[in-house]
């Protein structure tokens, strides 16, 4: 428990109680007086104080995040524990330091930590969570979600394909803010469109010419944001090759059409078969009755006829 010892002309007086355990100081509080020598007044009001499990979070304050520059991110202890004995652990990325820092009046002191860290294209929506410790055991914490610019920077997967005298072309780019993509070749020709990711990181941009004459072996794509500049010479892939490409891709189609035209045949084959059973199955007309009675009365009669020779 910390005093405040009374001070003449004020009419107020208060007491700071730090390190409470939930469960254990529960109980009933009064001020006790102290002046002259060894003069002691106790008040007879007293203050019912009831511990209750922490609620309030640390606060976490990040500025604006640049890759390749150097940043710091504090975390202040909750307002109303004052004069902690308390640890602070960050989790989500690797710190270059971590230092502790407090600000205010003597007793009535804010707590900080602060991190400090050089951000890279990475850490974009990276998890950063400050964790407040008390007592060893009682815990608190507050994660934030980090936005990092960074440059563009395009991808791999861009490509470009000739097919007579079409050039198609697709250029991926990844920046934060989400970069522009231009195409030198179009020359104020607006036969493109763009569209970005779920992320908000990925530019992709299309372009489809048609009547090109003389295609160059390569096309350049440039990408644009706040932070910078990139650009890429994009190879463009001949006939031939996309040829090969396609066959690859189309070879499960093949599959499934040899598949399907054999149970064609398959089917017809079966219902042939089914409709001539059905026909030997099914009577023509009352003249196959007759004849075929009549041929079993023809052999009655011979049977009959062979045994009367014999005896």
């Known amino acids: 428990m910390t005093r405040n010892i009374y001070v003449p002309g004020e009419t107020e007086c208060s007491f700071m109680l730090n390190n409470l355990v939930q469960g254990e100081s529960d109980g009933e509080y009064r001020l006790k007086l102290e002046w002259g020598q060894g003069k002691v007044h106790i008040f007879p009001q007293t203050v019912r104080i009831t511990v209750k499990e922490l609620t309030q979070k640390p606060t976490i304050k990040v500025p604006q995040l640049t890759a390749g520059k150097k940043a710091k991110i504090s975390c202040k202890v909750p307002e109303d524990c004052m004069k902690p004995s308390a640890d602070i652990v960050w989790t989500g990325i690797e710190p270059d330091e971590i230092r502790p820092e407090a600000s205010g009046v003597p007793g009535r002191e804010e707590h900080y930590s602060i991190m400090t860290f050089h951000p890279e294209p990475e850490h974009h929506n990276t998890k950063l969570t400050c964790t407040v410790i008390f007592q060893k055991s009682i815990r608190t914490e507050s994660t934030v979600i980090l936005e990092v610019r960074y440059a563009p920077k395009i991808l791999n997967s861009s490509r470009c394909l000739v097919w007579g005298d079409e050039l198609t072309c697709m250029c991926v780019s990844s920046g934060v803010p989400l970069s ?6 179009l020359d104020g ?7 970005a990711s779920a992320e908000n990181t990925i530019s992709i941009s299309n372009i489809s010419i048609s009547g090109i004459r003389n295609i160059n072996t390569t ?3 440039v990408s ?6 990139a650009k890429m010479q994009i190879q463009v892939q001949s006939h031939a090759e996309k040829s090969k490409v396609s066959w690859s891709l189309s070879t499960p189609w093949i599959f499934f059409i040899l598949s399907a035209v054999v149970n064609v045949i398959f089917t017809c084959c079966l219902t042939v078969v089914l409709r001539r059973r059905e026909k030997l199955k099914k009577p023509k007309d009352d003249n196959h009755i007759y004849m075929t009675s009549m041929a079993r ?3 009655m009669y011979e049977t009959i006829k062979m045994s009367s020779e014999r005896s």
């Open 297 to 299: 009365e023809e052999s």
């Open 189 to 195: 020709i607006n036969k493109y469109y763009s569209t």
């Open 180 to 185: 522009q993509i231009y195409w030198p070749i």
């Open 224 to 229: 644009k944001n706040l932070i910078g500049t």
């Open 219 to 221: 096309v350049e794509c």
